[in-house]
């Protein structure tokens, strides 16, 4: 049965409207807000307040959205807390994401409505199929390496067609050939398999320079960067844009 939150204890509208930079108590309260809006234990709703709090892609997504504007679509959303964030944070564009997981998109959705978010969507579906429409950004966060090389390869010429057409393209992924970190982030997706958080069979960890290299033949800017915050994983973060 839904349920509305009771909001009143923390000053929501503050960061609605026009974006100010949070402080580190108004984002632990964000992460607790997001978090009680989903059903689960503790354990779960403890990962997502730890997740939205320790792991950078979401205020680096969050930074490059706002500076971009318009429509995000999220490939392989999850829960998604990309799009919690950003509503949380006062971003207006309509937010969809796709994910295979149905369980996912059902409790983000319900996040989503108690939460009173408009204008975002989650849907089931394969990321290969999700229509990129006119999407201001396009993000791929940690999806790559689920992907055969033959569907990773389609999807990655996709982004960079829409990239060359205006689109922002932001990747985030774990990478091969990064040393000890690389050994980690594989250890830890055997683990992830294993726990059955997450289904599935393919574990393709693209090269960086392989990507690099696609996007750039491509015509499209690629501005690269470590993004691994404190864990010992190989996350690399990908900025596309059309080359000018
Ligand atoms: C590591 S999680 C990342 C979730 C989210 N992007 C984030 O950063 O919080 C990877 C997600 O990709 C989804 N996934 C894997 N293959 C997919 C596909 N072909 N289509 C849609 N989602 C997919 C999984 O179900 C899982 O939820």
């Given at each position: 049965?839904?349920?509305?939150?009771?909001?009143?204890?923390?000053?929501?509208?503050?960061?609605?409207?026009?974006?100010?930079?949070?402080?580190?108590?108004?984002?632990?309260?964000?992460a607790?807000k997001?978090?009680?809006?989903?059903?689960?234990g503790?354990?779960?709703?403890?990962?997502?307040?730890?997740?939205?709090l320790?792991?950078?892609?979401?205020?680096?997504?969050?930074?490059?959205?706002?500076?971009?504007?318009?429509?995000?679509?999220?490939?392989?959303c999850?829960?998604?807390?990309?799009?919690?964030?950003?509503?949380?944070h006062?971003y207006g564009?309509?937010?969809?994401g796709?994910?295979?997981?149905g369980?996912?998109?059902?409790?983000?959705?319900?996040?989503?409505?108690?939460l009173?978010?408009?204008?975002?969507?989650?849907?089931?579906?394969?990321?290969?199929?999700?229509?990129l429409?006119n999407?201001?950004?396009?993000?791929a966060?940690?999806?790559?390496?689920?992907l055969?090389e033959?569907?990773?390869?389609?999807?990655?010429?996709?982004?960079?067609t829409?990239?060359?057409?205006?689109?922002l393209?932001?990747?985030?992924?774990?990478?091969?050939?990064?040393?000890?970190r690389?050994?980690?982030?594989?250890?830890e997706?055997?683990?992830?398999?294993?726990?059955?958080?997450?289904r599935?069979?393919t574990?393709?960890f693209?090269?960086?320079?392989?990507?690099?290299?696609?996007?750039?033949?491509e015509?499209?800017?690629v501005?690269?960067?470590?993004?691994?915050?404190?864990?010992?994983?190989?996350?690399?973060?990908?900025?596309?844009?059309?080359?000018?």
């Amino acid at each position: 049965m839904n349920k509305t939150l009771n909001t009143s204890e923390f000053e929501w509208e503050k960061l609605r409207g026009p974006f100010v930079v949070p402080t580190q108590g108004d984002r632990e309260a964000l992460a607790t807000k997001i978090a009680s809006a989903f059903d689960g234990g503790r354990w779960l709703k403890g990962y997502i307040r730890g997740k939205l709090l320790a792991d950078p892609v979401f205020d680096e997504g969050l930074s490059a959205i706002l500076e971009k504007g318009g429509d995000v679509t999220d490939l392989g959303c999850g829960l998604g807390l990309l799009g919690l964030w950003l509503k949380s944070h006062g971003y207006g564009g309509k937010y969809r994401g796709c994910d295979l997981g149905g369980w996912k998109i059902s409790a983000g959705n319900l996040a989503v409505e108690r939460l009173g978010f408009a204008d975002s969507e989650l849907h089931e579906g394969d990321l290969a199929d999700f229509s990129l429409g006119n999407s201001g950004t396009i993000c791929a966060f940690d999806i790559l390496h689920y992907l055969p090389e033959e569907v990773q390869e389609v999807l990655l010429r996709r982004l960079a067609t829409a990239a060359r057409s205006g689109s922002l393209v932001l990747i985030r992924n774990g990478v091969r050939g990064c040393g000890w970190r690389s050994s980690v982030t594989l250890a830890e997706e055997w683990w992830t398999r294993a726990s059955g958080w997450i289904r599935g069979g393919t574990i393709n960890f693209p090269e960086l320079g392989r990507l690099r290299e696609l996007f750039e033949e491509e015509g499209c800017c690629v501005e690269a960067k470590p993004l691994w915050g404190k864990t010992p994983f190989s996350s690399y973060w990908l900025k596309i844009s059309a080359r000018n």
